[in-house]
C-alpha cells in the first residue's frame, strides 16, 4: 500500500440541492440572491472520499480548491471543517465556461503536484459533467469517471464506475483525475470542535489575472422554466388508452 502526498479536491459553490429556485423574470438566468449555498454534493462525495484515504494511510495531506467570488470561501471553510488540511480560492466574480475552469485547475495541478485529483461528476447547477474530463485531457493523465467505488494501491486506482449497461473496473496510474458519481460515499457531518479548527487553517486567495484564460466561446441566450405538466386524463378502457396514446403521439 502506497501514501499519495497530496491529494487536489475541487469543490464548487452551489446552491444547497434542497432549495427550489426560480428563473429571473427577463430570462437572463436563475434568481439566487438570499438562497442557501453550499458545497456541490458531488464534490463534497469526492472529499470525503480524500478524508478516507487519509485516514487509512494511504494520503498525507489534502487540499481543497474553489474557483468563485469571495463569498465561496465558505464553502471551503465547511471543506476544512470536514477535514482538509488546507484551501485554496481563485478569486472569480462571473461565470467561467469548463474549459477556463480546467485551465485554471491545470495550473493549480502543476503547482501543488497531486498524486490524485478527486471531484464531482457534475456541479448540480449546470449539470454540465465536463471539467473533469478536460483537465485530464489538459494535463495528459488518466481518468475515471462517475465513481461508485475506488481503491488505491501501489501508484493504480482501480475505479468502479457506473455506465448506461451497468457496472464498469478499470484501473488507471497515478497520478489521475476521478470523478465522484452519487453512490462512492456518504459524506460526514462537520463536528463543532473542527468548525472552530477550520477557521484557524490556511485559505490562500489567488486573483483571476493571474491565469491565463481562453476567450468565452459560449453565451446564455435565454434560461426559461420547464412547462408546466399537463393534467392527467382517465380512461374507461384499453382501447381509450391505445387511442389517446396515439392522439399524443406516443404509439
Known amino acids: 500500500m502506497s501514501e499519495i502526498e497530496t491529494i487536489l479536491v475541487c469543490a464548487k459553490r452551489v446552491v444547497d440541492y434542497n432549495v427550489r429556485v426560480h428563473v429571473r423574470s427577463d430570462g437572463s438566468g436563475v434568481a439566487i440572491d438570499g438562497l442557501k449555498m453550499s458545497v456541490n454534493p458531488f464534490d463534497e462525495i469526492a472529499l470525503e472520499e480524500a478524508l ?15 474557483i468563485g467570488e469571495d463569498a465561496a470561501q465558505q464553502q471551503l471553510r465547511s471543506a476544512l471543517a470536514m477535514g482538509a488540511d488546507r484551501a485554496i480560492l481563485v478569486r472569480a466574480e462571473r461565470a467561467l465556461e469548463p474549459y477556463a475552469v480546467a ?21 448540480i447547477d449546470d449539470d454540465q459533467n465536463q471539467t473533469g474530463q478536460m483537465l485530464a485531457a489538459l494535463w495528459d493523465r488518466p481518468q475515471a469517471t462517475f465513481a461508485s467505488k475506488l481503491a488505491i494501491d501501489a501508484g493504480v486506482a482501480t475505479v468502479t464506475r457506473e455506465t448506461d449497461g451497468g457496472l464498469e473496473t478499470i484501473e488507471i496510474d497515478l497520478p489521475g483525475v476521478v470523478t465522484a458519481d ?7 457531518y462537520a463536528k463543532l470542535p473542527e468548525i472552530l479548527k477550520a477557521k484557524r487553517k490556511p485559505l490562500e486567495t489567488l486573483e483571476l ?17 420547464p412547462e408546466p405538466r399537463a393534467a392527467g386524463r382517465i380512461v374507461a378502457s384499453v382501447d381509450d388508452l391505445l387511442a389517446a396514446l396515439e392522439e399524443r403521439g406516443a404509439l
Open 52 to 66: 478516507r484515504f487519509r485516514e487509512r494511510g494511504q494520503a498525507k495531506e489534502i487540499v481543497v480548491v474553489s
Open 103 to 123: 485551465r485554471i485547475l491545470l495550473e493549480i495541478v502543476r503547482r501543488e503536484r497531486p498524486g490524485l485529483v478527486l471531484m464531482g461528476k457534475q456541479a
Open 182 to 188: 452519487l453512490r462512492l460515499n456518504e459524506p460526514r
Open 209 to 225: 489575472d493571474a491565469f491565463t484564460l481562453p476567450s468565452d466561446s459560449l453565451r446564455v441566450i435565454e434560461t426559461r422554466p
